[in-house]
Structure formats: C-alpha cells, structure tokens
C-alpha cells in the first residue's frame, strides 16, 4: 500500500512513523516544501522548542467544536509522547507549568532524532517541493508538484498546516486541496499574535514591559481576563498576556465587532490600594513635582506618559495635585482602554486558527466524511491551542491516529 503524507512538521512526522510501525510492508513519502523537515518545530518556543504541555486538556484548545481533540488527547496522551520520544532517544525536561522542553534545551535535537527515525524506517522524503493540488482517479491519488506528478497512492494525508509563519514557507494550500474535494473550512486567522491600536501615544510607550491584568470586551461585554507579561510596542500590544488573549480577540475583528482591552497595571492590588499609595506619595513630598514621584510606583518611561493621558500638567507640585486628578491617574493604570484594529498579521503569529471544518473529519481515525481514503491532522484543521505547547500536542495526538488509520489495509 502506497501513502502520500503531505507536510513534514510535527502532525506528518508523526503520522508516518506511526503509520511505518503499525505496517512494516507501506511505502511512505513524506512531502514538504522546505529543504528540511520540522521547519516550525524549530522556531517554536525561541528556538528552545516547546514539544508539549504536560497538562492538556480539551478547554486548552479553541475552534468552532474544541470538543473534537478529546479522544486524541485521550488515545495519544502526554506519557503516551513521553514514551514516543523515550524510543528515539529525546528526553524531555518539564516544567512546573507544565511547559515541556527537550532536555537538550534545543530544538535542532528534536528534528535531528526525528529524522533519524524517519531514515531507519525507510520513510522517503520529497524535500523543496510545493504540492499544488491532488485528484483522485481510477480509486487512486496523484499528487501535483509545480513540475511534476507522483501517482499510485492508495491514501492521502494533508498535515501542511495553515499561514502562521510565511517566511517558513507556510501556506494555506491544504484548505485549498480539501476544498476541492467538497470539504468547506472556517475563515482563518492569526493566532497567538501581536495587536495593532490606535492609542496615540503607542510610539512613547514602546519598549515598556510589565506584568498586568489584560481583559477583553467585545460589542463591549467582558470576555476573557488573563494575567501576565504586557510589552507596549509601536503598533501596539505584545507580552504573552495579549498573545494569549488574542485567540479571543482575533476572531471577533474577522466579523468586525469591537474589540477592545483593557489594562489593570497592577493586578496584585485593588484600586483602593492604588490609591493609597499615590496618595502617601504626594503626601510624602509635598514640594516635589507629582511627576516625579510617580516613578516611585511605575517606570521613568510611563510616568509622564500616564500625565498626558490624563491630561495634567507635569510640572504641578505633589501638592497641587487635587483628587479628581488622583482618581483619573488611578483609572489610568488600573483600568486603561485600548482599541484593538488589527493584528501583527501570519508573519508574526505562533499559529493559525480557522481551517478544514472539523465536523467533516471523522474523529477517531482523522479519515475525511467527504472523500475515502483522504485524512488530516495538525493546523490544518479548525482546531487551535493555546500557547506552551498544546498546539504541538495536538498535532502529534492527530498525526499518530492518523497514522495508525494510514496503516489499515483499505
């Protein structure tokens, strides 16, 4: 039996080596655009490689029915990966957070010992080649190349992933071989990923980092809190709180509602606290510039920032400073609003939501509904997690029942 699996990152790899176990006799090949293969799994985690989350579970991930990863998390769990690995020789160092790193702290460690297995297993590779489309004939797959056909295949395998990261050569090609065999697909969009605002003072701000409270309010009803890093940019907003709160926020700009956040510089204190310390501040110097004293709770950079917004002068005394300017300062770093218009876009995002409706994949063996033979796994789909390693998760869950499938006789 004879088996196409297109894109080789975490999703196809799997899918191939488990596919190859279950059924010595299968000729594979492995497909991919790149000149290597795990192009993405290198670039995740900063090049430390985020493999997976020790603690992942169905409400880690995100899409029109999330419900669907659940039997695939339960098939392919985390010591089910950590045995995976075991096999080819990666040993793994997991976090208290449950964020899971090879203990090589590189990720060049992980696709090199993938690599070899794909090598001792005799799965072909078909490097720096571009699959423009697929049809089926006579009850066999032909694969389409820019300049060439490769025919024979009794199944196929798309696990090429969607647009996040074009500079790794990610496309969208995938929906659009499923399209063709009459699969439909969700809009898809950035995720994990930078957001745009049209604060005005975005270019003053940029470079200042701080641990906050971000929540989201779209048509102006509260949807999501989450607390972490916040990175003010030029563009806009960055941290790894707004990377997570944007696979709320980035679907909701798609049908043009409105998107906001807001930002509580200090989520370990209430505004009462708050404003207990800035009114000990001012009361403490009474001759000083309030300014001044205001770097005593936030940074240089923000300080005069923070009178702007707020429109007070900054060369009134401590003293000069009456209450009314004292709660809009408070409002200010507690309860600040930003306009959310865009994201950083694919080129800056860590995955890609939207894709091949899940609820045309069957979801124990990954199998289309629409056409026999034909299987997904990985980004392709309308499944995305959040981040620290459950997308990576996924794709590994969904590569290996999508191989165990591979390897059944037709």
Known sequence: ?????????????????????????????????????????????????????????????????????????????????????????????????????????????????????????????????????????????????????FKDYDKVLISSGLAAAPQLNATEDGVDIASSFGHSFNPTYPSLVGLHTNFEYNNRLQGVKKEASVTLFIDGQKEQEITGDVLFTKYGLSGFAILDISQYAVPALLFYQDVQVSINLFPNYSRNEVLGMLESLFNSSKDKEAVELLVGIVSNKLAPIIFDICNIDKNLKANEINAKQIRAIVNTLTNNRFKVTDTQGFKHAEASGGGIRVDEVDNKTYESKKCEGLFFAGEVLDIVGNRGGFNLQFAWASGFLAGKSLAKGK
């Open 1 to 149: 039996m004879k088996i196409a699996i297109i894109g080789a990152g975490a999703a196809g790899i799997m899918a191939a080596l488990t596919a190859k176990k279950e059924n010595k006799n299968l000729e594979i090949e492995l497909f991919d655009i790149n000149d290597a293969i795990g192009k993405k799994i290198l670039a995740s985690g900063n090049g430390r490689c985020n493999i997976s989350n020790e603690k992942c579970q169905v409400s880690n991930y995100i899409g029109e029915n999330p419900n669907f990863v659940e039997y695939a998390l339960k098939q392919f769990d985390f010591n089910s990966f950590k045995k995976f690995c075991k096999t080819i020789g990666l040993y793994l160092d997991i976090k208290e957070d449950g964020k899971v790193y090879p203990l090589s702290n590189e990720a060049k460690s992980v696709t090199t010992l993938l690599q070899s297995e794909l090598k001792s297993l005799e799965i072909k590779l078909i490097l720096k080649t571009k699959v423009e489309s697929i049809r089926k004939e006579n009850g066999k797959f032909v694969v389409v190349s820019e300049d060439k056909e």
